[in-house]
């Protein structure tokens, strides 16, 4: 089985049928909107695939494939399976186990202007890998937060047949882009909707919900001088600590464009 589940469709660009600012926020690093957008999510996929669920098969969910740094959809995922686990318990089932795909990303560009060619392209120079044994011949649940081209489900497909894993597959998104005629770049318009200046990243930052994930913080080193330093006198050095062991952690620091940035920031 491979099939795929999303909540709300985008058939119109100039009527969306979600919030864009809690979309961005979310996009952003605001984990209020990833738990709210999870229990929506969770409650439309189990209006169609509850019996799968209740059937026997053990159940791997898996959010999109990351290094170090969370993606958004990570967060998305964590809640998410909140809610399916309080599910299963409540009907007397064993709780879903969770896994990853790791992703060695190589490239700094943001492919949310980018067509399907482009980003199968951009993202085919990444390494991917899946623990196999793991995952074998469950029910496992690929959650992501938008589906706009279908590269991220392609090539999380061709992993899953690279490694020749077995199993039932289904993919759920918070929303899709079903109408072909809207360009990809609309993904990048519900990205940064919120998001319009260094002042709107350090809002986010200080915010109480607020958690680093890879794309503020690919977003946060991309700065230039006088941004970030702006940046960096407004965020208490707890967080400036954060986003120094995050980036080198996810190899940041090999990565000529964001060197200036990490080599600035002071930590304990």
Do not use: W
């Not at 098969?57 to 998410?80: E, G, Q, R």
């Not at 081209?149 to 918070?174: A, C, M, P, R």
């Amino acid at each position: 089985m491979n099939k795929s589940f999303s909540l709300h469709k985008i058939v119109d660009a100039e009527n969306c049928p979600f919030e864009e600012a809690e979309y961005s926020r979310f996009k952003f690093g605001d984990k209020f909107f990833a738990e709210k957008f999870a229990e929506e999510l969770f409650d439309g996929f189990m209006n169609q695939h509850k019996d799968l669920i209740l059937s026997d098969k053990d159940i791997v969910i898996l959010p999109s494939p990351y290094l170090s740094i969370p993606t958004a959809s990570n967060f998305l995922c964590y809640y998410f399976k909140k809610e399916l686990n309080s599910f299963l318990f409540k009907n007397g089932k064993k709780a879903c186990i969770e896994s990853k795909i790791y992703r060695n990303q190589t490239y700094v560009t943001d492919y949310g202007n980018l067509d399907f060619e482009q980003r199968v392209k951009l993202i085919s120079n990444d390494t991917y890998y899946i623990d196999r044994n793991f995952i074998e011949d469950k029910l496992c649940i690929f959650v992501d937060d938008i589906k706009i081209t279908g590269s991220h489900e392609h090539t999380v497909n061709k992993i899953l047949d690279q490694y020749h894993v077995k199993g039932d597959f289904l993919f759920v998104y918070y929303a899709e882009l079903t109408n072909k005629k809207i360009h990809p770049k609309i993904e990048n318009h519900y990205n940064y909707f919120a998001i319009k200046n260094v002042e709107d990243i350090v809002a986010i930052i200080n915010s109480e919900d607020f958690q680093y994930n890879t794309r503020i913080v690919k977003f946060i080193l991309s700065l230039d001088a006088k941004q970030f330093a702006y940046l960096m006198s407004n965020i208490s050095r707890k967080k400036s600590n954060e986003l120094f062991h995050l980036a080198i952690s996810n190899n940041y620091h090999q990565i000529l464009e964001y060197q200036n940035n990490i080599n600035v920031i002071k930590i304990d």
